[in-house]
């Protein structure tokens, strides 16, 4: 028996920035949303990486590093960076999740 069938973290990502795109309007402020979409050609930026430890007080599940990939999607300022999500989704084919932590709103 083989083991799960994985995405690769770029199509995993892909996924993350996709389903962002999609719930952003529903989840941040209009605001965000304006500003996200203003800058995001020049200034965006999308960042995969291992899960940190902070995805387990949020889901009730192993996070396995190598099932899982961390996904930031947010814009990067001279004086700032803002985040406007971290994306916890599952690189699993066969077992889809997806988690999003997203800005808070001011």
């Known amino acids: 028996m083989s083991g799960p069938r994985l995405y690769t973290e770029e199509e995993a990502t892909h996924q993350a920035y996709d389903i962002f795109l999609e719930l952003a309007p529903s989840n941040l402020n209009e ?42 999607v ?13 994306i916890l989704i599952s690189r699993d084919k066969d077992a889809p999740f997806c988690h999003i932590l997203w800005k808070e709103t001011e």
Not at 74 to 86: C, H, S
């Open 31 to 72: 605001q965000d949303v304006e500003t996200f979409n203003q800058y995001r050609e020049e200034l965006g930026f999308i960042e995969e990486g291992e899960p940190d430890e902070q995805w387990q007080d949020f889901v009730a599940l192993e996070v396995e590093a190598d099932h899982f990939l961390q996904v930031l």
């Open 74 to 86: 947010g814009l990067e300022f001279e004086n700032d960076d803002v985040l406007f999500a971290k």
